[in-house]
């Protein structure tokens, strides 16, 4: 069984910068995916990045070239660097972590952007 565990979200000023943690616990393949998504009020879950083992990086066209993500196999921990933040970046951030057969959540952290 994995879990995940979200850390770092808060309150910041538009413009100003955060950086989320996610630590796995238990088993984790080097090979899994690891993922950021985002859900504000009233809005679907979107994919915010996603990192492969191979270091593959995806990013949503709304957020590249200000967010970053990482990962650290040897912590089994996925990072989200995020800079240059905006009101519309404000949500409840999730980490995802994808096997070949599992799909395991983080409980979630809030990000508030005020402007």
């Known amino acids: 069984q994995v879990h995940l565990v979200e850390s770092g979200g808060g309150w910041v000023q538009a413009g100003g910068s955060l950086s989320l943690s996610c630590a796995a616990s238990?088993?984790?393949?080097?090979?899994?995916?690891r993922g950021w998504y985002r859900q504000a009020p009233g809005k679907q879950r979107e994919l915010v990045a996603a990192?492969?083992?191979?270091?593959?990086?995806t990013y949503a066209d709304s957020v590249k070239g200000r967010f970053t993500i990482s990962r650290d196999n040897p912590k089994n921990t996925a990072y989200l660097q995020m800079d240059s933040l905006k009101p519309e970046d404000t949500a409840v951030y999730l980490c995802?972590?994808?096997?070949?057969?599992?799909?395991?959540w983080g409980p979630g952290t809030q990000v508030t952007v005020s402007s």
């Open positions: 995802k972590l994808s096997t070949s057969s599992r799909v395991y």
């Open positions: 990192i492969t083992g191979g270091g593959v990086t």
């Open positions: 238990g088993t984790i393949s080097r090979i899994a995916i």
